[in-house]
């Protein structure tokens, strides 16, 4: 594991490369990433950083921006306001954990999406970089009459990308802190550490004391093995991606 706060810097140059694509003028870009997908409590948080771009130049963000797994919960706390100063706007978007239930992880994480981006409150959107491999917006935009070419979906867009990395220390920082608050309506489960994710000792409280309603009850929650049933989705399904988040 890499120590907090090494990394690779991102730059903005996919941002501009956006900005040029969609003609001349300003043009606004955003950064889109989430949080909080594979924890087994709390909301799905999707971070929002826009920045305007006007020909070929754009105002730099903070030194220090990284994904935010690749940095310490202090440096992420401190660079939330310069972060917020140096973007065009930002914002963060959400999806409870009853909404997963209902919905699903797929669409709650569009909704989240959505929602951040309406949070903004920008006239007009003229791209938005998406972090990963799953595209949960275009359609939705499209449904709404935006055209599908606004969104450009990336894989790493969080550790190459400045706008991305900056809306990933938006969404961490503002999920981890409602789950801080969460904590003290169920102690028992220890989401001021653990964040919601699948800790054995949150597991194990789980099994102890049965699920809260802030919990993801339509996946597996416990300590007992997962089903092997092709297409489920459950809990733990992205080990690897969560434990990077738990960082």
Same mark, same amino acid.
């Given at each position: 594991?890499?120590?907090?706060?090494?990394?690779?810097?991102?730059? $903005?140059? +996919?941002?501009?490369? $956006? #900005?040029?694509?969609? @003609?001349?003028?300003?043009?606004?870009?955003?950064?889109?990433?989430?949080? @909080?997908?594979?924890?087994?409590?709390?909301?799905?948080?999707?971070?929002?950083? %826009? $920045? &305007?771009?006007?020909? !070929?130049?754009?105002?730099?963000?903070? +030194?220090?921006?990284?994904?935010?797994?690749? &940095?310490? #919960?202090?440096?992420?706390?401190?660079?939330?306001?310069?972060?917020?100063?140096?973007? *065009?706007?930002?914002?963060?978007?959400?999806?409870?954990? %009853?909404?997963?239930?209902?919905?699903?992880?797929?669409?709650?994480?569009?909704?989240?999406?959505?929602?951040?981006?309406?949070?903004?409150?920008?006239?007009?959107?003229?791209?938005? &970089?998406?972090?990963?491999?799953?595209?949960? &917006? +275009?359609?939705?935009?499209?449904?709404? !009459?935006?055209?599908?070419?606004?969104?450009?979906?990336?894989?790493?867009?969080?550790?190459?990308? #400045?706008?991305?990395?900056?809306?990933?220390?938006?969404?961490?920082?503002?999920?981890?802190?409602?789950?801080?608050?969460?904590?003290?309506?169920?102690?028992?489960?220890?989401? %001021?550490?653990?964040? @919601?994710?699948?800790?054995?000792? *949150?597991?194990?409280?789980?099994?102890? $004391?049965?699920? *809260?309603?802030? *919990?993801?009850?339509?996946?597996?929650?416990?300590?007992?093995?997962?089903?092997?049933?092709?297409?489920?989705?459950?809990?733990?399904?992205? +080990?690897?991606?969560?434990?990077?988040?738990?960082?």
């Amino acid at each position: 594991m890499s120590p907090p706060g090494s990394g690779i810097a991102p730059t $903005l140059e +996919t941002e501009l490369a $956006l #900005a040029a694509r969609c @003609g001349p003028g300003p043009q606004i870009v955003v950064g889109v990433d989430e949080v @909080g997908r594979g924890a087994l409590a709390g909301p799905v948080a999707m971070g929002a950083c %826009a $920045l &305007l771009i006007e020909d !070929g130049a754009v105002a730099p963000l903070p +030194t220090g921006v990284r994904d935010s797994k690749a &940095l310490s #919960a202090r440096r992420r706390e401190a660079l939330v306001d310069p972060v917020r100063e140096a973007a *065009h706007a930002s914002s963060v978007g959400w999806a409870s954990a %009853a909404e997963i239930d209902e919905v699903g992880i797929v669409e709650a994480l569009t909704r989240s999406a959505l929602r951040a981006l309406e949070a903004l409150e920008l006239p007009r959107i003229d791209a938005v &970089l998406l972090d990963g491999s799953a595209d949960v &917006l +275009t359609g939705r935009l499209s449904a709404d !009459g935006r055209p599908a070419s606004l969104v450009e979906l990336r894989v790493k867009a969080d550790r190459d990308c #400045a706008s991305v990395s900056a809306a990933s220390i938006l969404a961490k920082v503002a999920r981890d802190a409602v789950m801080v608050e969460l904590d003290a309506l169920a102690p028992e489960f220890a989401w %001021a550490s653990n964040k @919601g994710y699948g800790s054995a000792a *949150h597991r194990e409280a789980i099994d102890r $004391l049965g699920p *809260h309603e802030q *919990h993801r009850r339509s996946w597996r929650l416990g300590s007992a093995p997962a089903p092997t049933s092709a297409g489920v989705l459950w809990g733990d399904q992205w +080990t690897a991606q969560v434990e990077e988040e738990r960082r």
